[in-house]
């Protein structure tokens, strides 16, 4: 039989599941504990579980995190890890240490369908969904390591490989499964989803009643240049992802962050932080800037510091509420995909 993996399963289909197998309902509370709150991925470690129940979990789940196939740290304390799934892919993970946070960046897809051109991962084309349990594992797979240490991850953002609300189901399930109070209990607040401007998906999120933090990657301010950069935006123009943007603001009370990738000469003068601030004019929202991470094969540079600060004067001129991403591992592959590329190309 065909093991699932236990991570792909909220709280309710685990006990469903349980009570199929004549389990009282606390059981699965309590194997829900274990994996979500205690972090423990060993079922026979499950010390108030009946033995007969340990075994036949072992039998039917699959429990073990993800494999690491490659590792790279900053001398900020920045890390990076290439995970293995079952399958024989591979998505990237970040955590980040800044001073009080422990912010954990995941894929929800291996590849990416989006396309951006200045991006490692989308030059790989798509290869498939995550699941679930895949995306989240991203996430425990640091808070084990974390956890050594008397620290905890405060943050998740879904900003690594692939575009999550074109995996909406398993990024979702992922997410509700972080924050549930009865396991790991990430606050919604502490959660972002970045998408590059999936129009249905943002709508369906807005429905959702959760306070997760939506960032929206924009990249350029007109229609032309932004479907040169994200070629999927040609379907879902940039008037109708600032409105489905709004509507999420105005469900759920959270400011929105527009990213925006600064390229040298490309998208970077003077004319996009008008156009951009003329934009975002009267709207809650807020601007985070990043300047491009130069990566191999990818035909574009890194503005200067000066323009990047002339940009960010124009915006907050304009009354934007901006702030610039710092450069964290810029020494090791830290734009999504270059990690991946370089092992495949290693193996
Ligand atoms: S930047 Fe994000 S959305 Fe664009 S191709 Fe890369 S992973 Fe996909």
């Given at each position: 039989?065909?093991?699932?993996?236990?991570?792909?399963?909220?709280?309710?289909?685990?006990?469903?599941?349980?009570?199929?197998?004549?389990?009282?309902?606390?059981?699965?509370?309590?194997?829900?504990?274990?994996?979500?709150?205690?972090?423990?991925?060993?079922?026979?470690?499950?010390?108030?579980?009946?033995?007969?129940?340990?075994?036949?979990?072992?039998?039917?789940?699959?429990?073990?995190?993800?494999?690491?196939?490659?590792?790279?740290?900053?001398?900020?304390?920045?890390?990076?890890?290439?995970?293995?799934?079952?399958?024989?892919?591979?998505?990237?993970?970040?955590?980040?240490?800044?001073?009080?946070?422990r912010t954990v960046c995941i894929s929800a897809?291996?590849?990416?369908?989006?396309?951006?051109?200045?991006?490692?991962?989308?030059?790989?084309?798509?290869?498939?969904?995550?699941?679930?349990?895949?995306?989240?594992?991203?996430?425990?797979?640091?808070?084990?390591?974390?956890?050594?240490?008397?620290?905890r991850v405060s943050h998740v953002v879904v900003?690594?490989?692939?575009?999550?609300?074109?995996?909406?189901?398993?990024?979702?399930?992922?997410?509700?499964?972080?924050?549930?109070?009865?396991?790991?209990?990430?606050?919604?607040?502490?959660?972002?989803?970045?998408?590059?401007?999936?129009?249905?998906?943002?709508?369906?999120?807005?429905?959702?009643?959760?306070?997760?933090?939506?960032?929206?990657?924009?990249?350029?301010?007109?229609?032309?240049?932004?479907?040169?950069?994200?070629?999927?935006?040609?379907?879902?123009?940039?008037?109708?992802?600032?409105?489905?943007?709004?509507?999420?603001?105005?469900?759920?009370?959270?400011?929105?962050?527009?990213?925006?990738?600064?390229?040298?000469?490309?998208?970077?003068?003077?004319?996009?932080?008008?156009?951009?601030?003329?934009?975002?004019?009267?709207?809650?929202?807020?601007?985070?800037?990043?300047?491009?991470?130069?990566?191999?094969?990818?035909?574009?540079?890194?503005?200067?510091?000066?323009?990047?600060?002339?940009?960010?004067?124009?915006?907050?001129?304009?009354?934007?509420?901006?702030?610039?991403?710092?450069?964290?591992?810029?020494?090791?592959?830290?734009?999504?995909?270059?990690?991946?590329?370089?092992?495949?190309?290693?193996?």
């Amino acid at each position: 039989m065909e093991r699932r993996f236990l991570l792909d399963l909220s709280l309710e289909e685990l006990e469903a599941e349980l009570q199929g197998m004549g389990e009282p309902r606390f059981r699965a509370r309590q194997v829900w504990q274990w994996v979500w709150r205690h972090l423990c991925f060993d079922v026979s470690a499950m010390t108030n579980l009946p033995q007969r129940l340990r075994e036949d979990l072992a039998n039917r789940y699959a429990l073990q995190l993800l494999r690491t196939l490659a590792w790279e740290r900053d001398e900020e304390g920045t890390e990076k890890v290439l995970l293995g799934l079952p399958d024989g892919a591979s998505v990237e993970a970040v955590l980040i240490p800044e001073e009080d946070r422990r912010t954990v960046c995941i894929s929800a897809q291996v590849g990416c369908p989006v396309g951006c051109v200045f991006c490692a991962t989308g030059a790989m084309g798509f290869v498939r969904n995550l699941t679930a349990g895949e995306i989240a594992a991203q996430v425990l797979h640091f808070a084990l390591a974390l956890r050594e240490k008397g620290e905890r991850v405060s943050h998740v953002v879904v900003m690594g490989m692939g575009e999550p609300l074109l995996n909406y189901e398993a990024t979702l399930r992922a997410l509700l499964n972080l924050n549930d109070p009865r396991g790991f209990g990430l606050g919604a607040r502490r959660i972002t989803i970045s998408t590059v401007g999936v129009v249905p998906g943002i709508l369906r999120l807005a429905q959702e009643g959760r306070q997760f933090n939506l960032a929206v990657s924009l990249h350029a301010p007109e229609e032309g240049l932004r479907r040169r950069l994200v070629p999927l935006a040609e379907r879902w123009p940039l008037a109708q992802v600032l409105r489905a943007a709004d509507a999420y603001a105005l469900a759920t009370g959270r400011r929105i962050t527009y990213e925006y990738v600064l390229l040298a000469g490309v998208n970077d003068g003077l004319v996009h932080a008008r156009a951009l601030a003329k934009l975002l004019r009267g709207r809650l929202a807020h601007v985070n800037l990043i300047p491009f991470n130069p990566a191999p094969g990818l035909p574009f540079e890194r503005p200067s510091e000066g323009q990047v600060e002339l940009f960010r004067r124009e915006l907050l001129a304009h009354g934007v509420d901006v702030t610039v991403r710092r450069s964290r591992g810029l020494r090791i592959s830290a734009a999504c995909g270059q990690l991946r590329s370089r092992h495949l190309t290693q193996v």
